[in-house]
């Protein structure tokens, strides 16, 4: 498969894909995309070759693992008038195999497949540091040693440019601050999350929490608590503290949602009141929440500044005059 991308920045992209399913079911894939896959297929193999813009070389690179995979037996061969049908029919057994293992499920009223908790939960964790960059690094090093025994001519191709290569450029600036800034926003549904485990935790008297989590959150519900046993209050008043610690929970994950659309303001203003909610554990000198909020006001700096760039790259309207 071959793909050719133009990017919001106006940078064009060439993106290349050779797969091949064999009669045992299993398949391997080569390609030159940046990024990794979010979820493992035990009969798929996938190996990566970012910096490679040539589909010969990648071709090549294919033909040379197939040829040397133990666990390949015959190929399938698929007549070139149903390729449509075929990859078609490839990226929905792909998606049932995700559905069996709980990642997605078949919508009946939408008529497409969305993903479970499960399936966001290990998304999302997966591209999250220090997971993230672990697993590239993992990822790399298979690819990297599946070509271990090619000739050197053809194995030099794997870290740079062939000659057929043309000017296609590797993955650009651009490229990269989309993912930054959609990483850094996914850090706003972190804290959500977390901070409604907390607030569920210390209803249900238990007495560990997430640190990322809002200590504004943890404050009050220990107040509240604190006050009920003192006064013998109503489980009402309980109920209310946590339709605010909701209220919050959901504060950070529409900051979340409207920062991956791209909106600079929702990373402003959840940095500021993640910011002060940070101030909590340096005043009850927690190193833990110090440290892990900081790391987490990191990535959101670094998300809101992808976007910055990201945004001035991009064409201005040009202006008509009145």
Known sequence: MAA?????SGRIVGYYEFTAKHSNGRVINVSNSPLMGSYRNPDKSSYRYPKINSPRQLNDIHRWIIGHDRR???PVVYDKDSAKEMLAEALKSELRLQE??????????KGRFLFTWKGAFIMTGRNVFPIKNILASLDLAAAKKAIAGMPPASQNAAGSRGKDSGKEPAPDAGLKNEQHFKLGASW?????????VNSLAMKLGVTWEFVLGLGATRLVDIIAMMEQHRTGGIMLFQASILVLDVGFAALFAAFGLAARKGSADSYEVGMVLYGLDSLLFLLSFDV??????GIALFFLFRGWRALKQLQASRPQPARVPV
């Open 188 to 196: 706003f549904y972190w804290i959500a999350a977390l901070t409604l």
């Open 100 to 109: 069996k293992f709980g990642y997605f499920y078949l919508s009946e009223e």
């Open 72 to 74: 390949a037996t015959d």
């Open 4 to 8: 050719v991308i133009k990017h919001g």
């Open 288 to 293: 833990m929440g110090i440290l892990l909020h």
